[in-house]
């Protein structure tokens, strides 16, 4: 008896009843509170039933509703896949809004289901056509405005657990979306397949927090629920036992109900005890045909196209239609559109998991010849990955490198270098495959290499793409060419000189040099040109200009115009040496050629180093002006994360932090599409953890985990090491100050070089931590405080300036500003410790130079923090008036920044902001303020008289006085009042 899912939702409708809320299908919140909702859950708990539900329910109150599937391909993935599947409905159902948006945003056509199935005139090598991947999210989301201004369209999602890196992006880019526009989203996953590396796990985390995004959790059903979709599937009833029994084993999850249910209702049957005995309960009840059709409808995963079901399912037309009617029937099959599905993933994968190795191979072996002769369209992709089910290595090697290349297509460069490295995979041998001789099938394993390095890191992962050139390197057989070696060395040092690398890069990319070919020839001009790039980096300016010219004059009777355009720019970035003036006009007109040529890498670059020219000199709005254009051209190219546009993202967001524009840096952190990978990730929190910090907000476990990145990027450990020691000064802890110091130290000292420049600015943090708890320490203590450490620091900061070397000769306004910050910290710490004091007007003139650099420098936050400690030691010296006036100064950028730290130092201080008018209106003498501020310290009147010299009458009098004119009823009130009035 085929027991039939129940067609009643049963147990969810407050989750229902929340999600229409939530997305405004049926609004209980006001309009400017809908949200776009993750709906999460483990497999088969319900959440495509609810979904229907919803959609029922939407399409009831006037919504459009269309959805799109994440399918399990496996290792293969298909870019966009269920945005495919939502645009070949829209095409269908609204052919004029489709036709419309593609002629305003012609990248739509890319998606178009049609668009995706290999033709005969694909070619492994073929060059593809980047797409501007910007520009494709934007032309997803106009269609889906232009859709929605129809009727409100709900878009599903379902299944993201199995969604591809470019899908999620997708989804992080609509979901990021400012204003709902008329759609509302809702995208569901599997809970229990997020395990810690899945790469849905991190995304779902940014997702909820995003403004306007909900997640709902679908929890198993209760005990009642329960026993109430057993008796809708079985109206007859179970006995007792048997319905405690699925209550017990289903564990509230709906499709085990289901499963459960349906064998136990059978005549003989009984409950199984092994899960897989349960799911695969209704396959055995199937016939032969339906059998066969059903398991190999198992290997093409969740869906399989009708086509393809006939091409391989080994049957004739009435058997083929025959089984597919007995699947149906018993509900392991639901047909859909132009296939089929499986009811449930986890039916579809205890099917496959029941097959035997051999029947699996063979199955796969079908779907290769179908999809290879063309008797049922596919991707790439699937061609891939039934080609290595199948132990076809050729057709694996062949399908992998082309389902890259159509990856690369639609600005997929994670599924690209996926695919890549699965084509190098069998190339090697390592897949476990057989080891039979490939042949070079038109592939060169060098070039495979390197455009696998490139794609790795265009999505912003350069340490994977040095980890795979020198795993390359080391597979290379002993006969391998010269020109294999020379291209691969090169792109070797090409990627690990953007990296913290222990590696002697120029001693690599000498050795690429020394191996390539001689005379006329584009790897030589390719590989002169990164020799050229790196020798520049690393201070051989010189050299560099001869090998750059080299590569320059070859590109150019080559007509190698991208790779003309990256040699002069890297040309134009040497005149550093000289006036600024010529390095500018050399770089900008290294650009526009860049651009004129299409050459995106050197373009990035140029502006780049445009951006940070400017900035050296302190010369922010330029290079904000240099920088945005970067971010842009990176973005809209779909390289946000690769090499120097997201590097100009960085500077960028720097900037922001100096310029107090903190909500544009925090802004800058948001990126339509992609999230940052690992290390760009860990940059850009340590920067949005100083704003956070400067809040007043207590970062130091989410700083902790950015240690492992020390080594990996030396910006991430000098940020995190200032946030640590801001943090363990304001736990009270110097100690472990100077431990963060010392240990970035230790790190960057090896992965750079011992006297780097920024060791300055560490030390100064340091310093200025040990400072602040000195006045806790005996006077033994903060002696050997002084000496052992301050000193050290100080000695430290010295040696940096004596060896610091830079081709411009320039030590910009930053550079200054923290050299001349741990003089005056160093000096405040003697001064507090009374070792080697210096004297109050040395000390005051040492912070007035400090106030004067931060100025030129223009850093908002440090030139209040400066001022914060001018006015402690003003004020410490009797200058109330000058204390104030500075006190003021970074009260009011510390309230416009909302840096609640500094407004507590000054309260600390007992500094309040002056009233000019309420202090205007009190007319207290000169002696009347000087007795003021005693009886604000707490004094009695006998203790001011013999302060003053004066009698405890006269003081009486006064303070009556005082009293009056302030209108306070006692002492304390009075001192309150002169401390908010500013009097004091």
Not at 333 to 341: C, F, N, Q, S, T
Not at 438 to 444: N, S, V
Not at 637 to 643: S, Y
Not at 861 to 890: C, F, K, P, W, Y
Request: hydrophobic share 45%.
């Amino acid at each position: 008896m085929a027991i039939q899912s129940s067609t009643t939702m049963v147990g969810r409708d407050a989750e229902l009843t929340e999600l229409a809320s939530s997305l405004g299908v049926r609004p209980s919140r006001p309009a400017d509170d809908l949200s776009d909702v993750l709906l999460a859950g483990d497999a088969g708990v319900g959440k495509t039933r609810l979904l229907r539900a919803l959609r029922d329910l939407a399409k009831d109150d006037g919504w459009q509703v269309f959805a799109g599937h994440c399918l399990d391909f496996g290792d293969s993935a298909l870019p966009y896949l269920p945005f495919s599947e939502v645009l070949g409905r829209l095409a269908t159902e609204l052919p004029d809004v489709v036709t419309e948006v593609a002629g305003r945003h012609p990248a739509l056509t890319r998606l178009q289901p049609v668009r995706r199935v290999m033709g005969d005139s694909d070619q492994v090598d073929a060059e593809s056509s980047a797409l501007d991947r910007a520009d494709l999210f934007r032309a997803v989301a106009a269609v889906l405005e232009a859709a929605a201004s129809r009727a409100p369209l709900l878009l599903v999602i379902e299944d993201t657990h199995w969604a591809d890196q470019s899908t999620r992006d997708m989804l992080s880019f609509l979901l990021s979306r400012i204003e709902a526009a008329g759609f509302a989203i809702v995208a569901s996953y599997r809970s229990d397949d997020l395990h810690r590396r899945h790469p849905l796990r991190r995304q779902v985390a940014e997702w909820s927090r995003l403004r306007g995004v909900d997640r709902v959790s679908l929890n198993p059903l209760p005990d009642e629920a329960v026993r109430q979709l057993v008796a809708e599937l079985i109206p007859e009833g179970l006995p007792e036992a048997e319905v405690a029994d699925v209550v017990a084993r289903a564990e509230g999850n709906a499709f085990f109900v289901e499963e459960l249910t349906s064998a136990a209702a059978d005549p003989g049957s009984f409950v199984p005890a092994d899960l897989a005995d349960v799911l695969l309960v209704r396959l055995d009840r199937l016939d032969d045909h339906a059998r066969q059709v059903v398991r190999t409808a198992s290997a093409s995963g969740r869906r399989v196209t009708h086509d393809l079901l006939e091409a391989t399912a080994d049957l004739g037309g009435e058997a083929l239609d025959e089984g597919l009617r007995g699947a149906v029937e018993m509900n392991v099959l639901v047909p859909e559109r132009d296939g089929y599905a499986f009811r449930h993933a986890l039916l579809g994968e205890a099917v496959y998991d029941d097959l035997l190795p051999g029947e699996r191979a063979r199955l796969h072996a079908r779907y290769v010849d179908a999809l290879r002769s063309g008797a049922a369209g596919g991707t790439a992709a699937e061609l891939a990955r039934h080609a290595r089910l199948a132990m076809d290595k050729t057709t694996a090697l062949t399908a992998s490198v082309r389902a890259g290349n159509e990856a690369s297509a639609v600005g997929g460069h994670d599924e690209a270098a996926y695919h890549y490295q699965q084509a190098l995979e069998l190339m090697s041998g390592r897949s476990g495959l057989a080891s039979d001789d490939l042949g070079d099938h038109g592939i060169d394993r060098s070039k495979l290499v390197v455009t696998t390095a490139d794609a790795l890191s265009a999505s912003g992962d350069p340490e994977r793409a040095a980890a795979v050139i020198a795993e390359q390197l080391a597979l290379l057989p002993p006969e391998a060419s010269d020109t294999w070696r020379a291209r691969m060395l090169s792109a070797q040092a090409a990627v690990l000189y953007i990296i913290e690398s222990d590696e002697d890069v120029v001693a690599l990319s000498a050795r690429a040099v020394s191996l390539a070919p001689t005379g006329e020839s584009g790897l030589r001009a390719r590989v002169l040109a990164n020799h050229a790039k790196i020798l520049a980096a690393f201070g051989r300016l010189e050299d560099a200009q001869t090998f750059g010219m080299d590569a320059l004059e070859l590109a150019e009777r080559l007509d190698l115009h991208e790779l003309a355009s990256d040699a002069i720019t890297t040309l134009s970035g040497l005149k550093k040496a000289g006036p600024k003036e010529g390095l500018r006009a050399a770089l900008e007109e290294a650009v526009a050629r860049a651009a004129e040529s299409d050459a995106i890498h050197a373009e990035l670059r140029g502006r780049f180093l445009l951006g940070r020219s400017y900035e050296d000199w302190g010369e922010f709005d330029e290079a904000e002006q240099w920088f945005a254009s970067g971010i842009e051209r990176a973005e809209a190219a779909g390289l946000p994360w690769a090499p120097y546009g997201f590097e100009s993202r960085w500077q960028l967001s720097w900037i922001h932090l100096v310029r107090g524009e903190w909500e544009r840096a925090l802004a800058l952190f948001v990126v339509e599409g992609p999230f940052p990978p690992p290390i760009p990730r860990a940059m850009l929190t340590s920067m949005r953890l100083q704003i956070l910090q400067h809040r007043g907000e207590d970062v130091g476990s989410r700083v902790a985990g950015l240690r492992p990145f020390w080594r990996r990027e030396g910006a991430v450990a000098i940020h995190a090491a200032s946030l640590e020691m801001v943090a363990a000064g304001r736990r009270d802890d110097p100690q472990a100050a100077i431990r963060s110091y010392d240990d970035a130290v230790a790190v960057l000292g090896r992965i750079w070089h011992e006297w780097f420049s920024a060791r300055i600015r560490l030390a100064a943090v340091a310093v200025g931590v040990v400072a602040d708890t000195l006045a806790r320490l005996s006077a033994a203590e903060r002696e050997a405080v002084v000496r052992d450490h301050v000193e050290r620091l100080h000695t430290d900061g010295q040696l940096v300036r004596e060896r610091y070397a830079d081709p411009s000769g320039h030590w910009g306004p930053e550079g200054r500003a923290w050299a001349q910050r741990l003089e005056a910290e160093t000096l405040r710490a003697r001064w507090l410790a009374g070792v080697d004091a210096p004297s109050l007007d040395a000390l005051v003139a040492v912070w007035r130079e400090t106030e004067q650099r931060y100025v030129e420098f223009g850093h908002v936050h440090e030139l209040a923090s400066v001022r914060v400690r001018l006015a402690a030691i003003l004020r410490a010296g009797g200058d109330v008036a000058g204390a104030r006036v500075v006190g003021d100064q970074a009260r009011e950028v510390a309230r416009r920044l909302a840096a609640q730290p500094l407004l507590d130092e000054l309260v600390r201080q007992g500094s309040t902001p002056e009233d000019r008018a309420e202090a205007r209106s009190v007319a207290l003498t000169a002696r009347e303020r000087e007795i003021l501020a005693h009886v604000a310290e707490g004094r009695t009147n006998g203790e001011i008289a013999k302060l003053l010299f004066i009698s405890t009458k006269t003081v009486s009098v006064h303070v009556s006085n005082i009293l009056g004119k302030l209108e306070a009823s006692g002492r304390t009130e009075a001192a309150a009042i002169a401390r908010r009035r500013g009097l004091l």
